[in-house]
């Protein structure tokens, strides 16, 4: 059997960081375990120049990362005026 290499190493860990994501409760906690898999793909598609991996991926990071902010400012707001 081959070993693995680091390249596929990150892409399956990718995998699982995205699949372990989507079944969180918690919308941060999706969001959050759902961005570390989307930069982990970036990677694995840089890696492998899949580019079309490497972008869409880089894409719903930042998806991820803007509806995060969101949350957070939402949270703060609550706190102040509370």
């Keep these: 059997?081959?070993?693995?290499?680091m390249t596929e190493?990150?892409?399956y860990m990718a995998s699982v960081m995205v699949a372990i994501s989507l079944m969180m409760k918690d919308i941060i906690?999706?969001?959050?375990?759902?961005?570390?898999?989307?930069s982990l793909f970036v990677a694995y598609?840089?890696?492998i120049t899949a580019w079309p991996v490497a972008g869409m991926?880089?894409?719903?990071?930042?998806?991820n990362v803007y509806h995060l902010v969101k949350i957070y400012r939402a949270k703060t707001q609550n706190v102040v005026t509370a």
């Design 1 to 5: 059997m081959e070993a693995l290499n």
């Design 9 to 11: 190493i990150v892409g």
């Design 29 to 38: 906690w999706l969001r959050w375990l759902n961005f570390v898999g989307c």
């Design 45 to 47: 598609g840089v890696a």
């Design 57 to 63: 991926n880089a894409f719903v990071a930042c998806i």
